[in-house]
C-alpha cells in the first residue's frame, strides 16, 4: 500500500490545558484552540490534536486515562484510501469521513485513520547548518544559535506495547504493505511504511504484565535538525519543568539520536535527529532484546537549573560504547 507516514496523531488527555501548553512547548505550532481540545502542525504539515478522554470524536479504546486514541497515515492518493478500505472491510468496521478521511482499527485494537497525505516535503532551506568536511558549508559567516526553543519538522514514529506483537506485526506486513526493518526476538518488531525511507514508522513491543503494560502507547517522535537541536529542545523542555525520560543518547537500532520526555498527553515523546534511511536492500535483522542493544551511548539529563548554565557539567556520562 502507498502509505507514505503518520499524518495526525489523536489523542484523548485528562489535562487538555498541560497538554496544550507541552505540545507548544515541545515545539508544535498551534492553529486551532478551542473547549473541545487543540490541533498542533510540525513544520512539515504533520498534525497533533488533543481533545478530552472523554471526547466522542475520539476513536474508542480500553486503555484508561491519557493516551493516544488514533494515528492517522497519510497515502498518495484516493485510489490507496479505497484500496485500504477495501481491504480493512474484510474483517472490521471502516467508516469514511465526508473528506474521504478513513477510519478504523489494527489488530490491537488502537485506533487508525487513513486520508490522502497533507504533509509537504521541507525544502533543502530548511535544513540544519552542518559543516563536514569536503562536503559543500551551509554555514558560512556566522556562528551557530542557542535558541530557548525548537521547531518540530516532522512526526517520525509511533510506539505501542500489546499483548501478542506477531499479530499486530503481522497486520502491518500483510494487510497494510508495511515493511520489516528490524526485530527484537520474540519482543518487537520495526517496521517501515511502503514509501516512506526512515527506519520505522511505527514499532510494536510485547507488553510484559511483569515489567511493562501488555497494551499501552510508548511513544510518538518528533524529528528536528540535528543532535543540536534535539539537546536544544531537551534543555527548553527541562527548562519549563518536563520531566526527562530516557536520554539524549543515539538508538542502535535506526542510529536516531534521541531523548525521550514524559508527557501529559498519554505517551512519551522523542525528540530524535539522523535516523537510518532505509531501501529494499535493506535486510532486517533479528536482535536479541537486552538493555546494552538499546543505545550505544547516553548521558544523563541533568537538572534544570544546572542545563539553563549550559555547562558540560551539565552531563554525566552514563555509558559509552
Ligand atoms: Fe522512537
Not at 176 to 185: E, K, M, N, P, T
Not at 196 to 212: E, K
Not at 268 to 281: C, F
Amino acid at each position: 500500500m502507498d502509505i507514505t507516514g503518520i499524518d495526525a496523531i489523536r489523542y484523548g488527555t485528562t489535562d487538555l490545558d498541560d497538554s496544550r501548553r507541552y505540545l507548544s512547548d515541545v515545539g508544535l505550532k498551534e492553529v486551532e484552540h478551542g473547549a473541545a481540545g487543540c490541533r498542533f502542525v510540525t513544520m512539515d504539515g504533520g498534525e497533533v490534536e488533543v481533545r478530552s478522554v472523554t471526547d466522542a470524536g475520539l476513536p474508542p479504546t480500553t486503555i484508561s486515562g491519557a493516551t493516544i486514541r488514533e494515528v492517522v497515515w497519510g497515502v498518495v492518493s484516493p485510489a490507496t484510501l479505497d484500496r485500504i478500505g477495501a481491504e480493512l472491510e474484510k474483517d472490521r468496521k471502516v467508516t469514511r469521513d465526508p473528506d474521504g478521511t478513513l477510519h478504523s482499527h489494527d489488530a490491537t485494537g488502537f485506533g487508525i485513520g487513513f486520508r490522502v497525505t497533507r504533509v509537504k516535503p521541507l525544502s533543502r532551506d530548511a535544513e540544519p547548518p552542518v559543516n563536514l568536511p569536503g562536503a559543500e558549508p551551509l554555514r558560512i559567516d556566522r556562528r551557530i544559535e542557542f535558541p530557548d526553543y525548537v521547531c518540530v519538522r516532522h512526526i517520525g514514529h509511533a510506539v505501542f506495547y500489546v499483548p501478542d506483537y506477531r499479530a499486530a506485526r503481522d497486520f502491518y506486513l500483510n494487510r497494510l504493505g508495511f515493511r520489516l526493518s528490524d526485530a527484537f526476538i520474540g519482543a518487537g518488531a520495526f517496521m517501515r511504511c511502503q514509501r516512506n525511507p526512515q527506519h520505522h514508522s511505527i514499532f510494536m513491543l510485547q507488553g510484559d504484565p511483569q515489567r511493562a503494560p501488555r497494551m499501552a502507547a510508548h511513544h510518538v517522535a518528533f524529528e528536528v535538525g540535528d543532535f543540536h537541536e534535539v539537546i536544544v529542545g531537551g534543555n527548553a523542555l527541562m527548562k519549563k519543568g518536563w520531566k526527562s525520560e530516557f536520554g539524549p543518547g543515539r538508538h542502535i537500532i535506526g542510529s536516531n539520536y534521541f531523548w525521550y520526555f514524559r508527557t501529559p498527553c498519554g505517551s512519551a515523546s522523542e525528540y530524535y535527529a539522523d535516523i537510518d534511511y532505509l531501501t529494499e536492500a535493506w535486510k532486517p535483522r533479528e536482535w536479541d532484546f537486552t538493555p546494552e542493544v538499546v543505545y550505544g551511548w547516553m548521558l544523563s539529563a541533568a537538572e534544570p537549573k544546572e542545563a539553563a548554565r549550559g555547562s558540560s557539567a551539565a552531563f554525566t556520562a552514563a555509558k559509552l560504547s
